[in-house]
């Protein structure tokens, strides 16, 4: 039987960020079912490139790919646009198109721009990061024949809900750290004083480092997750042995399913710890400091941390138990789309109604204005990480 094949497009592999934490969890998923993955961009950096598992290959030629020979294809940031329209239209013209998602991580972002037009054409659905971003597609989609435009949630994997089970065991408090918090991960953790914090940021502010700072001299021990700092991929033995996470985005997806409570503050601001009555609007906004974008000072930071931590404790397992946090689970999205690309029939009908389209005049110039932008762009970001190395 021929092993699925999945390509995950992504603009660059440059470091842990958010949309480089989605195709790795993409792919990995994908690839633990038996699926053949590829991983397509326009720049890998070499430490992360470190960070993808052996059974995933990686590539920075994406129109080098045989679109023909995959199945499903996740597309962030509209790279299927470097296949032109001739390409495009010699696989679907073969009954072989593969089943296409076009994936937005933010309504704000000139590099999400979901081109919807093309989404149009090739029948591909529209799946966001949040319930803001789904909003914001979905009114712009009424002006076109879209497929339904639909939120992932940002949800994690499976492997982030099991922490949550290690941390009410009896060992929790022995989980495997690096040698510097080993010993701090020896301590009981009965009581609701905050003694560990995990901070996650690729871009923290001032006032934020300077709370850190003094937290440390307070005695609470802190870990520093990020570009600037210990620059690593989030995983799941981040969460099993401190107390609370400063982060917002994707990260604060990972530590509600892991059962850790969360402080948003980044910078944009923040809102501070999660509450079960504020809860919809900032699930809403992706835990990103939206929409009040709350601005605090360093003390004002440290007496929230350590005052609000036993309240924040307590309300976990209430924010837990809501429908919202309940349905964070990734893999319920991919199955559904590895159904989808998996119905023979349906996958024949699209490519071959894509190829008729393709026909049309105005869309083949659409589609190779999008190839010519895709193709600026990934000259662009080539260059400009290439001037960053020494």
Known sequence: MRRIRVLVTTV????????????????RYFASLGA?????TNYIDPVVQSAVPPNIDVTDQ?????????????????????????????????????????????????????????AEV?????????????????ELAADYQCEAVRSFDNAPLAEFWEVA????????????????????????????????VTAISNHRPEELTAALDELERRGIMVRRIGRFDESTLVTPSMFEATDAVITIGRSAHFSLAAGVPVFTYDHFGGDGWL?????????????????????????????????????????MSRIRKRREVAGLHLETHLDELLSRAMDSDRVR????RVAERLQVRSTREHFAMAHSTQQAIRDQLRNQYLQQQP
């Open 36 to 40: 053949q993955v590829t991983i397509a």
């Open 122 to 138: 090739l029948e591909a659905p529209v799946l966001c990061n949040s319930t803001i971003t789904q909003r914001h597609w979905s």
């Open 12 to 27: 660059y592999l440059a470091a842990y960020s958010g949309s480089e934490l989605v195709a790795f969890d993409v792919a």
């Open 275 to 315: 509450r079960n009555e504020s809860f919809e609007e900032a699930f809403d906004y992706n835990f990103t400091g939206r929409p009040r974008e709350r601005m605090a000072t360093s003390p004002e930071l440290v007496a929230e941390l350590i005052d609000g931590y036993p309240r924040a404790l307590k309300e």
């Open 349 to 352: 009908l699209v490519s071959y």
């Open 62 to 118: 994406v129109e080098a790919c045989e679109l023909g020979s995959f199945d499903l294809v996740w597309c962030q940031h509209s790279l299927i646009a470097l296949f032109d329209a001739k390409a495009l239209a010699a696989v679907a013209e073969s009954g072989r198109l593969p089943s296409i998602v076009l994936v937005s991580l933010s309504r704000s972002t000139a590099l999400e721009a979901i081109d919807l037009h093309l």
């Open 165 to 196: 089970a290690r941390r009410r065991g009896p060992s929790h408090s022995r989980a495997r750290w690096s040698r510097r918090f080993r010993r701090w991960a020896l301590l009981e953790r009965d009581d609701a004083q905050l003694r560990h």
